[in-house]
């Protein structure tokens, strides 16, 4: 019985643990779910809440939780959208790695959901690292919102994002239960693999290690 349990764990067939939230780290029905959302304890992954607004979302959230309808006049080019998200995940990318650890990953949603909508995962190569950033964020604001993070337990984005949304055939639109992950342009993607390049290189070098030791 403990194998077979353990073999259903956070799956479908698991009727106990929200298969949801282990694999997205986020469930539409949060605490009203009826299934647990087992937080971890420690993870290599964490997970900023509702972060990001895309320019063109009028679907705002509120400081004190859920969301409001903002009035928005403007309407941006695709080209100036993608410019606004570049900016931005560069700027919280380098910003988190230089002051809490080495990144392996980092995704953000484009969903319209509001367990969804803006939410930033990073994958820390450390779960040590992972631990200091969300403490250090949990005291902070970014663009005049005060920053959630917490410890998630998305291990595998891959698993996590919606294959339909990736091929341009999500009939959920925003509000798939599935991470719509943004795609980041070539340029900006060269320089993050130089980057991490270059934090591995360094990470590497006997100085370091000799630090760590």
């Known amino acids: 019985m403990a194998e077979y349990l353990a073999s259903i764990f956070g799956t479908e067939k698991d009727k106990v643990n929200c298969s949801f939230y282990f694999k997205i780290g986020a469930c539409r029905h949060g605490e009203r779910c009826s299934r647990v959302h087992n937080k971890p304890t420690f993870s290599q992954t964490i997970l900023l809440k509702n972060l990001y607004l895309n320019p063109n979302n009028n679907a705002i959230p509120k400081s004190e939780g859920g969301f409001v309808e903002q009035i928005n006049e403007n309407t941006y080019t695709d080209e100036q959208i993608q410019q606004h998200f570049d900016e931005f995940y560069e700027e919280v990318y380098t910003e988190v790695e230089d002051k809490y650890g080495e990144i392996e990953a980092m995704t953000v949603c484009d969903n319209l ?12 190569r450390f779960e040590k690292d992972a631990e200091r950033a969300v403490t250090g964020l949990n005291t902070r604001w970014f663009d005049r919102k005060p920053i959630y993070a917490e410890l998630s337990p998305v291990t595998d984005f891959k698993e996590a994002s ?43 070098s006997p100085s370091n290690r000799d630090r760590r030791h």
Not at 113 to 124: P, S
Not at 176 to 193: D, E
Request: net charge positive.
């Open 162 to 204: 919606c294959r339909q949304y990736e091929l341009g055939e999500c009939m959920r639109s925003g509000f798939c239960n599935f991470m719509h992950i943004k795609t980041l342009s070539p340029a900006i993607k060269k320089r993050i693999r130089e980057r991490r390049k270059r934090s591995r290189s360094r990470s590497r």
């Open 113 to 124: 959901g509001e367990h969804l909508i803006g939410n930033i995962y990073i994958k820390f």
